[in-house]
């Protein structure tokens, strides 16, 4: 975060060639104050430990929203989709697959522009750059799977549906059919949940289970500074007015247990891929699904330990039972995966 607000401080602090004389480069920076100015405020409430704004910095860090988001979809992308991609970063500023390689995408370019019905089969290479296989897989997988929505809205198909016919009841023109296209191209990109490094992911699942230390950094007390004590503010204004107390009142103290549960909430989100050279495709594992299966382990270890002290080793009956998640009373029945078994 540091090195990412001097090097936006420095691309800005100095005038270009071309920026001397155009009248709105006043503006636009002190926009840019502005937006510094929040990002400040955002990582206070975060380190005060506000729950909103520690999720935001944390979907950031891990790429689940901001610059690295994109950095992170870059290898999934065709030589013309990071172009496009780049594109589409600019824009929004103005206004690691591992296996064989890319490829340009899936779809050949047919000899003409297609019509709407030909992007609707998935011809849609002249208009918006192909899928590569990588990405195609991330893609079916999510559908398959659909993460929470808690950065990206849900992907609910890969292929696009454009109206073939305009209001006159005619075959749509292509120049329509080509910006449809591209809007639902960028629709596309704008929900994909890129996976992370194979290490950072190993390395946020252990945060979340507690498996790796998380080496939090002590908070440094502000300076003291002197004023009336809580007797003599009683005294002067008389009733306790708890909403002009100081002090944040939706921070959280940050302990161990908390911030385990703010990584499992971004960890959930992550996907890892991974080729298989058996099965020669790529292989998606979400982090949800990683989560549950730990919670399911969980689960049939405290079983086996609760049996174990029951005394039902002798019974085959019980032992099945309780090995496979079951118990004999239908109120003692487990609950479906929840995230509070993983805190002690």
Known sequence: MRQYVLQRFRS????????????????????????????VGLLRRANEGERRPLLRVLFMAYGR???????????????????????????????????????????????????????????????????????????QSQIRNPPPNLTRPTLRRLQPRIEELNSWRQPMPRSRV?????????????KVHPPLPTDEWNR???LVTG????????????????????????????????GAAPGNRDAHRITPRFMRRMWAQVFSQCPLMEWDAERQEWKVTWGQHA????????????????????????????????LSGGTTDETE????????????
Do not use: C
Request: charged share 30%.
């Open 291 to 322: 989560l549950y299966g730990l919670g399911r382990e969980r689960k049939r270890k405290h079983s086996v330990e609760r049996a174990e002290s029951r005394g039902d080793d002798d019974d085959p009956l019980l032992g099945a039972l309780w």
């Open 178 to 190: 080509k910006n449809q296209t591209k809007k639902w191209y960028a629709d596309l990109l704008g």
């Open 204 to 206: 946020l699942r252990g």
């Open 211 to 242: 498996a790796v230390p998380a080496g939090m950094v002590h908070r440094r007390k502000p300076l003291a500074k002197p004023g009336p004590n809580a007797l003599e503010l009683l005294v002067k204004f008389g009733k306790p007015n708890i």
């Open 12 to 39: 800005y602090s100095v005038k270009t060639p071309g920026q001397h004389n155009d009248p709105t480069f006043a503006d636009r920076l002190n926009s840019k104050y502005a937006e510094a100015r929040q990002a």
């Open 333 to 344: 029945q487990m609950d479906d995966f929840d995230q509070s078994d993983f805190w002690d």
């Open 65 to 139: 929203t901001g610059k690295r988001r994109h950095e992170l979809m870059l290898p999934l992308l065709s030589k013309a989709g990071q172009e496009e991609l780049q594109g589409l970063v600019r824009t929004e500023r103005d206004g690691t697959g591992r296996g064989p390689a890319s490829g340009v995408g899936l779809e050949d370019p047919p000899p003409r522009n297609p019509t709407a019905e030909g992007v609707n089969r998935g011809q849609w290479a002249p208009y918006a750059p192909g899928l590569t296989p990588q990405m195609r897989a991330l893609l």
